[in-house]
C-alpha cells in the first residue's frame, strides 16, 4: 500500500514538477531602446531577479536575458521591472548583525526593481531573501532608497532611523497628506502603497497599482468529509497470545482547513492546519480472548502544499503533513484480560490531490505508521491510515 502511494507520487511529481511555471504574455526593453513583444516564464520572483527566461512565440525555443542585456521588462496585467543603477543600503535588519551606525552604509549597484505603484510619483521594491528596501521617484527626481535602518545605539538600546519619513514630506507634499499621516507611516508594503497611492489621487493622476492586478487571494477555508481506511496490528514482545491484528476497516471523519497561501512563486506555496476527526473500530476473537478496539481522535495535520496549475480553473496539489493526535476516551479491550489505554501519538502524511474552480477538491492521502500503545515497554503497533478527501471551499 505504501509502496503503491509512492509510485503515483513520485510519478506526478516528476510529470509536473517543471512543466507548471507558464510563460505569460509580455515584453522586453533591449539597450537599444526597442520593445520586443515576448513569453516570459512568470516565476512569480520572491527575490528579485538578475535574469529571466522568455520565448518570442510560444512554439520558439526558450532564451535567457539578463540584467547587463535588458533595460526593462513586464508581464502584463501582473507584474514590471526596470533596470537601475542606484545606491542601496544592504545593513542587516537582523538583532544579532546591527550596525552601530545610524547612518546608510550605499554601494552602487545596477538591478531590477520591481514596481509596485505607477503614476505622478512611483513605488518600488527591492527583495533579496532577509532585506527588503524601498525606492521611489518623482516627476522631478530620480529614483532613490526610501531610508530605514535599525541600528544599535547607546547602552545596548535599538535605534531606528526613519529618514524615509522625511523624504517623503519633503517630496511627495499634496493638500490631503497631513504631517500626521506620514509619522504613522512604517516601512512595510502596505502602508508605502496606500501612501503612494494617496498621493498620485490627490494630484489627479492615473495609478496602476500592480499588486492589484494579480488579485491573490491569500487565505482559503474548506470542509473536508473524508472516507478513512484504516488498519491496525498490535504485538506483545513477550507474550504472544494476545496479538491482534484487527484487519482494514472504512470508516468516515470530517476536517476542517485553514489555508494560508504564500505571496510569491505564483500562489503555488500554502501553509496547512486541519484539525480532522477520525475514529477506528474493530472487533476480532482470539483463541483465548476477545480483542476489541475502540479509537477515537482529534487530529492536527501541520504542513505544506505545492500546487501545479493545469490550467486557470484546474490545478494538482501534494501535501506534506505532521500530525498530531489527541486521543479522545480510546482503548483495546481484552475479555478476558486487562485493557490497553491508547495513547495520543505523532505520525507523517503526504497526499495528492486535484482542485477545481477554486471550490471543489479531490485528494488521496497516506499517513505512514503511528505507534498508539506508546505507554507501554512491550507493546507494539502499527496503525495506518488511507483517506479519500473530499473539499468544498467556503471562503
Same mark, same amino acid.
Given at each position: 500500500?505504501? #509502496?503503491?502511494?509512492?509510485?503515483?507520487?513520485?510519478?506526478?511529481?516528476?510529470?509536473?514538477?517543471?512543466?507548471?511555471?507558464?510563460?505569460?504574455?509580455?515584453?522586453?526593453?533591449?539597450?537599444?531602446?526597442?520593445?520586443?513583444?515576448?513569453?516570459?516564464?512568470?516565476?512569480?520572483?520572491?527575490?528579485?531577479?538578475?535574469?529571466?527566461?522568455?520565448?518570442?512565440?510560444?512554439?520558439?525555443?526558450?532564451?535567457?536575458?539578463?540584467?547587463?542585456?535588458?533595460?526593462?521588462?513586464?508581464?502584463?496585467?501582473?507584474?514590471?521591472?526596470?533596470?537601475?543603477?542606484? #545606491?542601496?543600503?544592504?545593513?542587516?535588519?537582523?538583532?544579532?548583525?546591527?550596525?552601530?551606525?545610524?547612518?546608510?552604509?550605499?554601494?552602487?549597484?545596477?538591478?531590477?526593481?520591481?514596481?509596485?505603484?505607477?503614476?505622478?510619483?512611483?513605488?518600488?521594491?527591492?527583495?533579496?531573501?532577509?532585506?527588503?528596501?524601498?525606492?521611489?521617484?518623482?516627476?522631478?527626481?530620480?529614483?532613490?532608497?526610501?531610508?530605514?535602518?535599525?541600528?544599535?545605539?547607546?547602552?545596548?538600546?535599538?535605534?531606528? #532611523?526613519?529618514?524615509?519619513?522625511?523624504?517623503?514630506?519633503?517630496?511627495?507634499?499634496?493638500?490631503?497628506?497631513?504631517?500626521?499621516?506620514?509619522?504613522?507611516?512604517?516601512?512595510?508594503?502596505?502602508?508605502?502603497?496606500?501612501?503612494?497611492?494617496?498621493?498620485?489621487?490627490?494630484?489627479?493622476?492615473?495609478?496602476?497599482?500592480?499588486?492589484?492586478?494579480?488579485?491573490?487571494?491569500?487565505?482559503?477555508?474548506?470542509?473536508?468529509?473524508?472516507?478513512?481506511?484504516?488498519?491496525?496490528?498490535?504485538?506483545?514482545?513477550?507474550?504472544?497470545?494476545?496479538?491482534?491484528?484487527?484487519?482494514?476497516?472504512?470508516?468516515?471523519?470530517?476536517?476542517?482547513?485553514?489555508?494560508?497561501?504564500?505571496?510569491?512563486?505564483?500562489?503555488?506555496?500554502?501553509?496547512?492546519?486541519?484539525?480532522?476527526?477520525?475514529?477506528?473500530?474493530?472487533?476480532?476473537?482470539?483463541?483465548?480472548?476477545?480483542?476489541?478496539?475502540?479509537?477515537?481522535?482529534?487530529?492536527?495535520?501541520?504542513?505544506?502544499?505545492?500546487?501545479?496549475?493545469?490550467?486557470?480553473?484546474?490545478?494538482?496539489?501534494?501535501?506534506?503533513?505532521?500530525?498530531?493526535?489527541?486521543?479522545?476516551?480510546?482503548?483495546?479491550?481484552?475479555?478476558?484480560?486487562?485493557?490497553?489505554?491508547?495513547?495520543?501519538?505523532?505520525?507523517?502524511?503526504?497526499?495528492?490531490?486535484?482542485?477545481?474552480?477554486?471550490?471543489?477538491?479531490?485528494?488521496?492521502?497516506?499517513?505512514?505508521?503511528?505507534?498508539?500503545?506508546?505507554?507501554? #515497554?512491550?507493546?507494539?503497533?502499527?496503525?495506518?491510515?488511507?483517506?479519500?478527501?473530499?473539499?468544498?471551499?467556503?471562503?
Amino acid at each position: 500500500m505504501k #509502496n503503491q502511494f509512492l509510485v503515483i507520487f513520485i510519478t506526478i511529481l516528476n510529470t509536473y514538477c517543471y512543466s507548471q511555471i507558464s510563460f505569460d504574455k509580455g515584453y522586453y526593453i533591449n539597450n537599444n531602446n526597442e520593445k520586443v513583444e515576448c513569453y516570459i516564464k512568470n516565476m512569480d520572483w520572491k527575490n528579485n531577479p538578475v535574469e529571466f527566461l522568455f520565448k518570442l512565440s510560444e512554439n520558439n525555443e526558450q532564451q535567457t536575458a539578463t540584467l547587463k542585456s535588458i533595460k526593462e521588462f513586464g508581464i502584463y496585467n501582473y507584474s514590471k521591472y526596470i533596470r537601475i543603477t542606484v #545606491n542601496i543600503d544592504r545593513s542587516s535588519n537582523i538583532l544579532e548583525n546591527l550596525s552601530v551606525n545610524r547612518n546608510p552604509d550605499f554601494n552602487e549597484e545596477e538591478l531590477f526593481l520591481k514596481v509596485l505603484i505607477e503614476g505622478k510619483s512611483n513605488l518600488y521594491i527591492y527583495e533579496d531573501r532577509n532585506l527588503v528596501r524601498y525606492f521611489y521617484s518623482t516627476e522631478s527626481k530620480n529614483i532613490e532608497q526610501l531610508i530605514f535602518k535599525r541600528y544599535n545605539s547607546t547602552k545596548n538600546l535599538i535605534g531606528e #532611523n526613519n529618514r524615509f519619513k522625511q523624504q517623503l514630506l519633503n517630496d511627495l507634499k499634496c493638500e490631503s497628506i497631513r504631517i500626521k499621516d506620514i509619522e504613522s507611516l512604517e516601512y512595510k508594503k502596505e502602508d508605502l502603497m496606500n501612501f503612494f497611492t494617496k498621493y498620485n489621487e490627490c494630484n489627479n493622476s492615473e495609478i496602476i497599482n500592480f499588486e492589484e492586478k494579480q488579485k491573490k487571494d491569500l487565505f482559503n477555508l474548506t470542509i473536508r468529509p473524508r472516507l478513512n481506511s484504516s488498519s491496525l496490528t498490535i504485538n506483545n514482545t513477550e507474550n504472544n497470545y494476545k496479538n491482534t491484528d484487527f484487519g482494514n476497516k472504512t470508516g468516515l471523519g470530517f476536517g476542517l482547513e485553514a489555508e494560508i497561501v504564500l505571496p510569491f512563486n505564483k500562489n503555488k506555496w500554502s501553509i496547512l492546519v486541519e484539525p480532522t476527526y477520525q475514529y477506528f473500530k474493530s472487533e476480532k476473537e482470539l483463541a483465548t480472548t476477545n480483542a476489541k478496539a475502540d479509537y477515537k481522535s482529534i487530529e492536527l495535520p501541520i504542513g505544506i502544499r505545492h500546487y501545479f496549475f493545469l490550467n486557470n480553473n484546474s490545478k494538482i496539489f501534494i501535501n506534506a503533513l505532521y500530525i498530531l493526535d489527541i486521543k479522545a476516551n480510546s482503548k483495546i479491550y481484552f475479555n478476558p484480560g486487562s485493557d490497553l489505554d491508547i495513547s495520543s501519538s505523532t505520525n507523517n502524511a503526504f497526499g495528492v490531490g486535484f482542485k477545481q474552480n477554486g471550490k471543489y477538491s479531490l485528494e488521496f492521502r497516506y499517513q505512514t505508521t503511528r505507534h498508539i500503545l506508546g505507554n507501554y #515497554n512491550y507493546w507494539y503497533s502499527d496503525y495506518k491510515t488511507l483517506s479519500l478527501i473530499f473539499g468544498y471551499t467556503i471562503f
